[in-house]
């Protein structure tokens, strides 16, 4: 059987394999550890894009775990899972890997023992269920005001200014679609220079387009906008090789006549679009195809603010924010197809030439910051803060933080754990100690002694202060910030990575495939 399998491929089997790949993806989460909580350390990461090296200083799991996964096939596992965290709770992605860390160190204990990786399986599936439980009857409904919440986010970094927060709670509204929720709807730019206060929020979007003809307004009020992806008039000729069949087009001219009425014709196709947006006062036209000289002069000509070769991501948003419909062919463009705006302006950002269109549903961050590390961050920090307040729109429960409902979860499922009479009390055991591993991380970036600050704050669960957690000066019986959705499905999800890896029995690498870097 073994010669079936090409020599160039990497096999291992078994236990072999559980454990490989144990170690690996707990290799890959302990390197966010130190990240964990406000006094988190920061990572620095280099890696190179063709000539140029890229450094990037963060605290971002996501942006750590993603140079990782690069080398480790396990590791990249961890890093999926980590980007369906953010994306689908906001936050608690570090806290979330530090957990499956934990899971994943306890499972390659249990294999030493000599328990079978399905046992293993089954009993965290009783401690998530049971732990889940818990969670529920912890719950408690948020009295705080949004600003509060966004403190999860803002974790201590002072990146969520007073000014900022406001700016995020205007535009939240602005992240719906027809009652649905859309993060896309929210543009950022960076500027560099100023400081943190000096973002401003747009309430527009914004294009980085030169205007087509040179002579058009820099702005324009009352706007009837068209947006189109195909070209206006005649579409590029495909080109085809020999034998390849019979082209669509095939011009058989033999007269001065015919030259010119081929003209005339190829005249009419071109401007006869332009004479369907002045029919519908459009006023401007956004094309994802190039322009030519004739159609900027006749556009120009007759009022109308061009911008072509535009993104597909810009007029997506354009069409989003104005209601403007994308017509592959400006010659079936009726009036329900239009979008409004109030107004349009030209402008600036550093080198780059803009269009900013304003009154509408969009919503563009102007980013401002003295390093391209601080405005990453920023961002980031502000996509999770319109999903944090979208998961509090739609369940108001929040949980202490600082560890406080790990260390609550765990005490209860040791007592849960005394119900069994074989291997899953041990396994169950061995959760609950997982779940110690986030306040035991917190009491070492905070620079505290985690034993002592374990200690204490189990013997203050064990008397009933169940919102005690980890803080600077030990321990405290803390607020209840942290969403309800974020906490649950930080533990589902690390539940379901470490049950993926314990069911991996065999791995398979080729050792011909390359591994390039970021392009």
Known sequence: MERIISQKIKRATGKDVWRENLRLAIFAADKVRSTLGPKGAY??????????????????????????AIQYPPAVIVSEAAKLQREEAGDGVTGFVVFLSALLKKADELLTMGIHANTIIHGYHLATEKALEILESQAATSNSQNNDVLDIVDCQRNLLTPHIRSMIRQAFPLAFSNGKFDRENIRFLKKKGGNLQDSSLINGVVIKKEKAHPNMPDTIRNLRIAVTSGRLGINRLEIKMGGQGPAHIHLDIKTPQQIREYRETE????????????????????????????????????????????????????????????????????????????????????????????????????????????????????????????????????????????????????????????????IIEAYANALMDIPRC?????????????????????????????????????????????????????????????????LLISKEIPKFHKQ
């Open 43 to 68: 990572k620095l990461v280099a890696y190179n894009r063709g000539p140029e090296q890229v450094v990037k200083v963060t605290k971002d799991a996501i942006a750590i775990l993603d140079e990782l």
């Open 442 to 506: 917190l009491a070492e970036n905070y620079g505290l002694n985690p034993t002592d600050t374990i200690l204490e704050l189990k013997k203050r669960h064990a008397d009933g202060f169940c919102n005690c957690g980890v803080d600077e000066q030990s321990y405290r019986d803390m607020v209840c910030q942290e969403p309800f959705k974020i906490k649950r499905s930080a533990i589902r999800r690390a539940y379901e990575v470490s049950m993926l890896m314990l069911r991996i029995d065999e």
């Open 267 to 426: 005249y009419r196709l071109k401007v006869q679009p332009i004479k369907k947006l002045t029919q519908l006062n459009v006023n401007v036209l956004l094309c994802e195809q190039p322009l030519d000289a004739l159609q900027k002069e006749k556009l120009f000509v007759q009022g109308i603010f061009a911008l072509e070769s535009v993104d597909k991501k810009d007029t997506q948003a354009v069409s989003k924010a104005t209601g403007a419909k994308i017509v592959g062919n400006l010659n079936e463009l009726s009036e329900e197809d239009i979008g409004f705006a109030e107004e349009l302006a030209t402008g600036k950002i550093e080198l780059e030439k803009t269009v900013t269109i304003e009154g509408c549903k969009g919503a563009t961050f102007m980013l401002r910051g003295t390093t391209p590390q601080t405005m990453d961050e920023l961002e980031i920090a502000v996509k999770n803060s319109f999903v944090v307040l979208k998961l509090m729109g739609d369940d108001g429960r929040v949980l202490p933080g600082g560890g406080a409902v790990d260390a609550h979860i765990a005490q209860e499922l040791k007592g849960y754990a005394r119900e069994f009479a074989s291997r899953e009390q041990i």
